[in-house]
């Protein structure tokens, strides 16, 4: 079992800055698929960022060139620096840590982002 607990979010204005953080008790860095999702109610949970074991990052189309997804092997903890911050980025983020993409992986409690003026 893999414990992940998420902090950083909170409320900021467009155009504001926010790094989430997501610690693990144990070694997830480069033996886990890491992500970050979101979610909104009454919507599906969405794909923002993800990075393979291998290091190869993916981003869902409407966060390019403003979120970037790191990971600190020493600290076992996956990153989410989110720049450009727009009101659409509103939701609860949660991170997620997985063997192999096809596994469900394991979900962290989730921390809640807004962005408003």
């Known amino acids: 079992h893999v414990q992940l607990v998420e902090s950083g979010g909170g409320l900021v204005q467009p155009g504001g800055s926010l790094r989430l953080s997501c610690a693990a008790l144990?070694?997830?860095?480069?033996?886990?698929?890491t992500g970050w999702y979101r979610q909104t109610p009454g919507r599906q949970r969405e794909l923002v960022a993800v990075?393979?074991?291998?290091?190869?990052?993916n981003y869902v189309d409407s966060v390019k060139g403003r979120f970037t997804i790191t990971t600190d092997s020493a600290k076992n903890t996956v990153y989410l620096q989110m720049n450009s911050l727009k009101p659409e980025d509103t939701a609860v983020y949660y991170c997620?840590?997985?063997?192999?993409?096809?596994?469900?992986?394991?979900w962290g409690q989730g921390t809640q982002v807004t962005v408003s003026s």
């Open positions: 997620n840590a997985r063997r192999r993409t096809t596994d469900p992986g394991y």
């Open positions: 144990t070694s997830i860095c480069g033996f886990y698929i």
């Open positions: 990075r393979s074991i291998s290091g190869l990052i």
